[in-house]
């Protein structure tokens, strides 16, 4: 079993947003993302991923495909395969994402 502490992969970049590969096999993608002031990801997509987003702390702004919604710290979200992705800092506090894909993108 591998194991690591997220909190070692949450810092942050003035200049653009932060992202970390927390775990990559042949079956999984994880990766955290970190974003201060109005920094943000995206839009990203994989035609084959399915996706799941948990905002670890902070308040984002996310949309997925076509549906955009507010999320606080704890909230989560699916992303299809094929649907665009795209993640910005909501607030004036930083946020920390986790981002998780099944496969990996190609």
């Known amino acids: 079993m591998k194991t690591r502490n997220v909190t070692d992969l949450v810092y942050f ?5 932060r992202t970390e590969v927390l775990y990559e096999t ?7 993302i970190c974003l201060q002031e109005a920094q943000g990801i995206g839009p ?13 702390s902070g ?8 549906t955009r919604a507010r999320m606080k710290q704890w909230s989560s979200a699916t992303v299809p395969a094929g649907d ?3 993640v910005r800092n909501a607030s004036a506090d930083p946020s920390v994402v986790l981002l ?3 496969p990996p993108p190609g």
């Open 13 to 17: 970049d003035e200049e653009s947003a």
């Open 59 to 66: 308040e984002v702004s996310a949309q997925i495909g076509r």
């Open 26 to 32: 042949e079956q999984l993608f994880s990766q955290v």
């Open 84 to 86: 665009e992705l795209t």
């Open 44 to 56: 990203v997509s994989d035609a084959t991923s399915e996706g799941l987003l948990v905002v670890l």
């Open 100 to 102: 998780v894909l099944a």
